[in-house]
């Protein structure tokens, strides 16, 4: 335990003699390393705890002044950071830790409504991952667009569950390109109501529906394809959410439906530790594309897309 909490005091220092993005999103990452050390050890408590509110409460204090989308999306994981840290060292619900130790959760519907409301407007609208058309490059190739490792696993008449669609256009670009059998579901009703307003008249096969990702409301074996843009990535320090996320996906998949996972995480996370750990998948596939993200260079994106079994196999 002192070894952790020394290890916590020496993030603190750190932290706040730093204040450039890629440091703090370093020192961010080795905090919910050392976070996820204590909790596993069942030391996340006390002063531990204390400690990394503190340099997560002074990387907050940072960033809320700054503007840029890249700015406000670390701004946001450092609070959702805080929130995790209290909840699963204390047991809060998502109402309490907003209450009483002002930080979110990733479930709590006013956590994304926030979001939303400061990154996605305006000039400061960001898809993270990009979106249908955004330009990466794979392998061999450099002319490739993100919609080029997605859409081997669609047709025309594809049943899609955009899983945590968010202010992305990728549904709308989707929709443009002939995938039209659209289902959008967020845990926010206002994004949905402005989403539904903005497209509905012009895109009428496509349906927003509120839902959480962790307790789909459809009936079983309901999509051909769910796709996952960092939806997945948001939950998974709340194991517990991440879990019933992946085994929603696989219940709603039709036998040989496909789950699209777009990430920066590698195969052996995503698809060993999550998607296989949690469900039966029979293949998968994992492509890689090269991503521009801004002051972060070149990202090195995943598009994993797991199989569930057909009709006559272990599913």
């Known amino acids: 335990m002192a070894r952790l909490v020394s290890a916590a005091c020496m993030l603190l220092v750190l932290a706040q003699k730093e204040t450039q993005k890629d440091t703090l999103r370093a020192k961010l990452a080795d905090i919910e390393g050392l976070a996820k050390e204590l909790y596993n ?22 960033l809320e002044k700054l503007e840029t989308p890249e700015d406000q999306e670390l701004y946001f994981m450092v609070s959702i950071l805080r929130g995790t840290i209290f909840q699963q060292s204390t047991g809060l619900s998502d109402e309490q ?39 990466v490059g794979g392998r061999h190739k450099t002319d ?54 903005e497209l509905s008249s012009e895109m009428p096969r496509m349906k927003w529906v509120t839902m ?9 074996q309901s999509f051909d394809v769910i796709l996952d843009k960092g939806t997945l990535d ?46 039966y998948w029979d293949a998968c596939q994992t492509r890689t594309a090269h991503l521009q993200m801004g002051s972060r260079g070149v990202t090195n994106l995943k598009v994993h897309a797991c199989r569930r079994p057909p009709n006559g196999l272990w599913a």
Request: charged fraction near 25%; include cysteine.
């Open 212 to 220: 959480n990702a962790s307790s789909l409301d459809f009936e079983d």
């Open 234 to 279: 948001a939950l998974q320090e709340n194991v517990p959410l991440l879990q019933a996320a992946v085994i929603e996906a696989h219940r709603t998949l039709r036998p040989g439906g496909y789950f699209i996972s777009v990430t920066d995480m590698p195969a052996r996370v995503r698809v060993v530790e999550q998607l296989r750990s949690y469900a």
């Open 144 to 197: 490739l667009v993100l919609g080029d490792f997605i859409q081997p696993y669609l047709d025309r008449q594809s049943t899609i569950l955009m899983l945590g669609c968010g202010r992305s256009d990728l549904s709308e670009k989707m929709y443009r390109s002939g995938f039209e059998r659209i289902v959008n579901v967020d845990v926010s009703d206002k994004l949905l109501d402005t989403l539904k307003r």
């Open 97 to 135: 830790v907003e209450r009483m130790k002002n930080a979110y959760t990733f479930s709590n519907p006013r956590f994304w409504q926030n979001y939303y409301e400061k990154t996605q407007s305006g000039s400061n609208k960001f898809d993270w991952y990009g979106t249908w058309d955004t330009e």
């Open 41 to 62: 050890s069942g030391e996340l408590r006390g002063s531990a705890v204390a400690t990394l509110n503190s340099a997560l409460e002074f990387m907050e204090q940072h």
